[in-house]
Each structure stands twice: as C-alpha cells, then as structure tokens.
C-alpha cells in the first residue's frame, strides 16, 4: 500500500506539472506563431511550474526523496526557474520591445503585465538571497522570512498573470496548476513554521 500511495503521488505530481505544457504544445494558437514568441510562452509555462516543484521539494513533500536530496535539487530547480524567467522576458522583448518597456515601467494598459513584473522582480530577489545564505548565517531568521515571502510574492504574482492572459494553457489546468502552486508555498510556509519567526528576536 506504501508503494501504490507512492506512486500515486508522484503521478499526480507530474500530472499537475506535465498536462498544462503538454496541453498549450497542442494548442491551435501556437500555428501562426514567431518561433521566438513560442520558446517564451513555454518558458513562462515552465516557470510557473517549477513555482509548484521548488515548495514541494523543499517541504519533502514526494515521497522517497530524501529532504536533504530535496534541498539540493530544489537549489538547481531555483537556477533552472531564473533562467526561465529570463528565456520568457528576453522572448517576449524580441518580439515586442515596446510592450516589454511599457510592462518593466508598470504602464501597460494590459493588466497582467504588471503582475508579471511584480513575479519577475520577486523570484529575481529570492533568487539572490538564495546566494547570500551562508553569508547570513547569524540573520537566518531574517533570511527565511525574507525568502518566503519573496517567494510568496512570485507565486501569487504569477498565478495572476497566468490567470488573466488568455493563452496557450487550457483553463481548468491552468487554474489547477495556479491553485496547486499557492497551496504548496503556503502548506510550507505553514510546516516549516516560517511566520513563527516573526515572534523571535532578530540577531
């Protein structure tokens, strides 16, 4: 029973991955589409599902994959998840540099742009904590709240944008995807007792 719950979950897991990238590569509206625009659509789809993989690794939520394997991994899926925000934003700029600039100075008069940007900035800035951990071992505290909730705002950022752009992505995996990543970051947020820190003095 161990073993068939197991592979349940790791079924699922790639489910919830897996079907929205496979689901916008048969999307009828990738036909017409610069080859460029179509790497930085998938690029944003691969970010916003690693934005699931990361608290899921973290919280040891897979079962058979020790936490301390988890941790690594979850460091190299961090990279992978900046480089598919930078592919998706480079993309979208070679396409369109206009629309890049009017989104980066929060003037585009498409709402989603802004959450976009928001998403962007928030992984880019958890990502560089990422790098100065060891140099903040005496503000660890500090560090954990500031990453989670850098990371929180990368999530929600995300979830919003993807919601509001009509795109490739089906909508009932989009929304399972979206729902599935900010539960995650929540439930570990919640498990590794994060807000608790609040209540710590710092130093």
Known sequence: M????????????GALV??????????PLLQWRDPVYVVAGFAGIVALALLL????????????????????????????LVVAVIIHV?????????????ALIFASPT??????V???WAVFAAAMLALLRRRLRSWLSAWRLGHSALVLVAVVGTVIHAV?????????????L?????????????????????????G
């Open 178 to 202: 979206c729902a599935a990543a900010i539960s995650a970051v929540v439930r570990v947020i919640i498990d590794l007792r994060t807000l608790m820190l609040l209540k710590k003095p710092q």
């Open 18 to 27: 897996g079907t929205p990238i496979f689901i916008a590569a048969a999307s």
């Open 2 to 13: 161990r073993l068939l719950s197991a592979i349940l979950v790791w079924a699922g897991f």
């Open 164 to 176: 509001l752009i009509e795109g490739t992505m089906g909508m009932v995996s989009k929304a399972v």
């Open 53 to 80: 993989v990361q608290p899921v690794l973290i919280g040891g939520y897979l079962p058979g994959l020790p936490r301390r394997l988890g941790r690594h991994v979850h460091r190299w899926t961090g990279s992978l």
């Open 90 to 102: 480079t993309g979208l700029w070679l396409t369109s540099p206009p629309d890049v600039i009017d």
């Open 118 to 120: 928001v998403a962007m």
């Open 111 to 116: 709402p989603f742009a802004a959450w976009g």
